[in-house]
């Protein structure tokens, strides 16, 4: 089946450092990515849409500086978190539709961020 | 816009008893409707959909979930639970051309 390929899985940086997470799709063409972000105990919260060769779409409220997003290829997409604080602290997840939505749509395995 | 609502935020359930995990949608057009599963620090599995056809979807490990539209639920439903399905269980909707609308979750929590 479809894998969208998350990394790293956790990563530990100090406050005002940046930190990149990247997100492949292994065995398919993810022209579309959705970023997402989970606070503990929470549900997912859309941060941006990023789509190949074009600038991402940010949901209101998303710091596009912050958060910079690239869709570099078909098959990758990175989000950087740029001078980092603790209060970015958080699971992020991506998520690329597979073929439609017949095979829905396919989660990376996340990244717990934890900025000390 | 569209919405996803899970009305309960935490089921507990003993072992081997029946689970149903609720989820209500509202839109103003057709949706699609999932359900994904995740484990701790981990992302989300897709459990089932329904796009369209038999309104009674049912996944490989037992669940299976209705389609009502008269009634906006998407509930999801296993007649006799393990250990194993103690996890996050997410209800998301999309109308097919955005991404997909979570409701906040339930936390599933099966009994020994």
């Known amino acids: 089946g479809a894998v969208v390929s998350q990394h790293p899985s956790r990563v530990i940086c100090k406050s005002g450092t940046s930190v990149k997470i990247e997100c492949r799709s292994l065995?398919?063409?993810?022209?579309?990515m959705f970023w997402y972000r989970q606070f503990p105990k929470k549900s997912l919260m859309l941060m941006a849409t990023?789509?190949?060769?074009?600038?991402?779409?940010?949901e209101q409220g998303v710091e596009k500086d912050k958060f910079l997003i690239n869709h570099a290829s078909l098959t990758l997409s990175t989000l950087t978190v740029t001078s980092a604080h603790p209060e970015d602290s958080s699971f992020y997840i991506c998520?690329?539709?597979?073929?439609?939505?017949?095979?829905?749509?396919?989660f990376g395995s996340g990244t717990r961020l934890t900025v000390v | 816009a569209q919405s996803v609502t899970q009305l309960d935020s935490q089921v507990p359930v003993f072992e081997e008893a029946p689970v149903e995990l609720r989820c209500n949608y509202s839109?103003?057009?057709?949706?699609?409707l999932f359900w994904y599963v995740q484990y701790p620090n981990q992302g989300l599995q897709l459990l089932l959909k329904y796009l369209s056809g038999s309104t009674l979807v049912e996944s490989i490990n037992g669940f299976e979930a209705e389609f009502n539209k008269s009634q906006t639920s998407f509930h999801l439903r296993k007649p006799s639970v393990h250990i194993s399905d103690t996890a996050e269980y997410f209800c998301a909707a999309t109308p097919g051309n955005t991404p997909l609308v979570f409701g906040k979750g339930t936390r599933l929590s099966v009994i020994a």
């Open positions: 990023s789509n190949e060769g074009s600038k991402a779409t940010y």
């Open positions: 839109s103003s057009v057709s949706v699609y």
């Open positions: 998520s690329a539709p597979n073929r439609g939505l017949l095979y829905g749509y396919t």
């Open positions: 065995d398919f063409q993810a022209t579309t």
